[in-house]
């Protein structure tokens, strides 16, 4: 894939289809946090195909906009929207986990990517690359080693009643979205902001190679699980399963690998039809959906989870309704209240200009 070094360079052409895959994002989201996530049943598992991989879309697509973001400022103008941003997904992360413990909220983790993401786009596109594939292996490695001889279980995510000895813990290797191994997708996304997007060619390349690894980690895992049997998720082999959210090298490798997969075919395919149309409208006001869909969660989600069938209705009402939020509230042009926060006028010296939607929120 043709890359291109950082730096300031003019802004890309907008490229609808990555609003369609933040939209896509944002459904499969909602159909985990939803729940239930223990299933039996072959169509059950195939509903919750998104456990494990939505999220990661989610936060590829987030370095693929910061990448953009970054390449179109410089000096103290970066500086003053980037900590906004910055300040106000830390504030909404840990405001909305305090609401509810039925939901992990993955904004937190956000705010703390981008806080590094200057840092690492300083890095050629090869060191950005190598960097990724160095954490893909030794953070789950530290997960491991952590969850072995310091703690031994998982916290959960970061609130406002967060006792102070654990938030690092959790925000950096214990947590439900530790950067340990959540900057993969990350840092895969910000070398992806350097690839030729709009080029089928690249396109294609992403939907190959992105699919075929995806697949081959997916089988591996499952073949792993099947040799190790009950000890699988035990001491050291768990570094060889691959189960969603088990922070663990395959699942990473998958689910990115499928991250680039979802985005190659939506910019290669999904700029066509109402139903593209309508998953882009939710993909240009992600952030405001995301943080809708937890509040509503947080009222009508019982302690115990939903029954399946229950579950299923329930996703399917909130993400449709909320998809038609977007298609209403966009209708004369207006961005979604909180995206219109997140780019607040004042923090900018001289009069906005448009911007691609490369650079939304994912």
Known sequence: MTTAEPGPTPRPARLHGLDVARGLAIIGMIV???GPIQVDSLLQRLYLLPYGRASVLFVTIAGIGMGFFLRGRTGARRWRELSWRIVLL???GLVLQTLTSSVSVILTTYALLFLLAPLAWRLSSRHLLTVAGVLTVAGPLWIVWHDLEVHGH???AVSLLTPRDEVVHSLLIAGPYPLASWSVPFLAGLWLSRTAL???LVQRRLMLWGGTTALASFILADLAYSA??????VGWTRILTGVG???MPLWI???TAGACFVVGACLRWGVRGRVSRWLAGGGTMALTLYVLHVLVLALIKPEDGFPFLVGVLTATLLWAGLLALAVVWQREGRSGPLERLLRT???RSTAPTPRPSQERLS
């Open 32 to 34: 985990v946090n939803v």
């Open 90 to 92: 830390l504030a909404l």
């Open 154 to 156: 998982a916290q959960g």
């Open 198 to 200: 709009g080029d089928p």
């Open 228 to 233: 190790l049997g009950p000890e699988a998720d």
């Open 245 to 247: 959210h088990g922070q």
């Open 253 to 255: 490798v998958s689910a």
């Open 345 to 347: 006028p004042w923090l």
